[in-house]
Structures are given as structure tokens and as C-alpha cells.
T-cell receptor, first 120, second 115 residues
Framework: DQQVKQNSPSLSVQEGRISILNCDYT??????FLWYKKYPAEGPTFLIS?????DKNEDGRFTVFLNKSAKHLSLHIVPSQPGDSAVYFC???????????????????FGKGTKLSVKP | DTEVTQTPKHLVMGMTNKKSLKCEQH?????MYWYKQKAKKPPELMFV???????INESVPSRFSPECPNSSLLNLHLHALQPEDSALYLC??????????????FGNGTRLTVT
């Protein structure tokens, strides 16, 4: 049972336009979300993160939006560049047990990834 | 350039062989991880070490044996593997175990083929 879902296996965007990658989750205990980018033959590279106390985090061309009520997050890349072509993984984790009880952050659960192709 | 170095990049081994995967980081991170990734699947956690002690073992078969000799090194010893163990094995590290400012830094992985 997938707790983190990336329903689009692939996305193709023209250079200069916006890329929007979506991610849905089912576990309401998740409180920390990350996006990783992966090129072929390389390990995933951390891109941007957001904690559940925020609804937006921006870093240069990359912005992550979190909608807790919809259990949905998205990664916006503006403007898209050919070098952004890669597989993007959404990941989530939760404190287990909650921090009040001395819990530590649990396992990072990854989605299956979305392959982004940015065409010149 | 990745700051987490994994060797070898590729490994082919028979089911009776014993081999080891190595991982090294010099970022002063105190948590290190082994992930396994099959083709077109997300990375799956295998083991977590925090301050050189095994913190998490995700019910991994005993033919995989992790070792953390010091805070910079993480090994994965392999023995009597099965062909279905063929996968990309990713090492990662983070400043601490968990916490909102401790994203994982991944190595480029070892592509393992078991024949």
C-alpha cells in the first residue's frame, strides 16, 4: 500500500515554461516532505524540503507547495531548463512517536518518481 | 561530485561469493543509511546507523550484514546472495538521525548483479 504516490510517471515540458510535479500522500502523520532529483547512474540529490508547519518553501527556481488538507504537495520549476531533465522523487517522513514523547524522525518513504523531460 | 563515495560502482558476484560494498563520507554526518533500489521502484530503506550504532534494521535477510567501523565509513557485507538481490545499493548520510534540517545525501550507488 503506497503511502506516497506520484501518479505521473513522466512529464514533458518546453524549455522556459513551468514544470509542475505532483505528489500525494495518505499518512496524516507525515510532517516533513522532500524532493530529490536523480540523474541516470547517479544517486538521488536533495533538492528542497518543507515541514508541515509551512505551506510554501522557495529556493531559486524551485518552489514546493504543501496542502495538508488535501494531503498533496507539488514542486514547481520556473523556468524549466534542459538540465532539469531527470527523475524527481517525492519523499515523506513522520516522527514516531511524536516529538512530545521523545520520538525521532522515522523512515523516509519515497514515491515511485516522475521522469521530467525539458525540451529545448 | 557527490560527497558520499561508494565503491565499487559495479559488482558482479556469484551466489556463493562473499563481497563487501563500501561507503565513505567526510561531512561529519552522524547518521548513515543503506537503501536498495530496484529498477523503476523507489529506494527502500535497509539499515540505519546513528553514532556508529545500528538504529534501524528493516527486516533485511541475514545474508546482508552492515558494519560501521567509524563515523565516516559504512560497509555492507554480502554472502550467499540470490539473483533477486540484484539492484542498485545506495548509501546515504545525514547530519543527525531525523530532524527537519537533516536531508539525506546520497552516493551514486553500487550496481550489484548476482549470477
Amino acid at each position: 500500500d503506497q503511502q506516497v504516490k506520484q501518479n505521473s510517471p513522466s512529464l514533458s515540458v518546453q524549455e522556459g515554461r513551468i514544470s509542475i510535479l505532483n505528489c500525494d500522500y495518505t499518512n496524516s502523520m507525515f510532517d516533513y516532505f522532500l524532493w530529490y532529483k536523480k540523474y541516470p547512474a547517479e544517486g538521488p540529490t536533495f533538492l528542497i524540503s518543507i515541514s508541515s508547519i509551512k505551506d510554501k518553501n522557495e529556493d531559486g527556481r524551485f518552489t514546493v507547495f504543501l496542502n495538508k488538507s488535501a494531503k498533496h504537495l507539488s514542486l514547481h520549476i520556473v523556468p524549466s531548463q534542459p538540465g532539469d531533465s531527470a527523475v524527481y522523487f517525492c519523499a515523506a517522513s513522520a516522527f514516531d512517536p511524536p516529538p512530545l514523547y521523545g520520538g525521532s524522525q522515522g523512515n523516509l518513504i519515497f514515491g515511485k518518481g516522475t521522469k521530467l523531460s525539458v525540451k529545448p | 561530485d557527490t560527497e558520499v563515495t561508494q565503491t565499487p560502482k559495479h559488482l558482479v558476484m556469484g551466489m556463493t561469493n562473499k563481497k563487501s560494498l563500501k561507503c565513505e563520507q567526510h561531512m561529519g554526518h552522524r547518521a548513515m543509511y543503506w537503501y536498495k533500489q530496484k529498477a523503476k521502484k523507489p529506494p527502500e530503506l535497509m539499515f540505519v546507523y546513528s553514532y556508529e550504532k545500528l538504529s534501524i534494521n528493516e527486516s533485511v535477510p541475514s545474508r546482508f550484514s552492515p558494519e560501521c567501523p567509524n563515523s565516516s565509513l559504512l560497509n555492507l557485507h554480502l554472502h550467499a546472495l540470490q539473483p533477486e538481490d540484484s539492484a542498485l545499493y545506495l548509501c546515504a548520510s545525514s547530519q543527525e538521525l531525523g530532524g527537519v534540517s537533516s536531508p539525506l545525501h546520497f552516493g551514486n550507488g553500487t550496481r550489484l548483479t548476482v549470477t
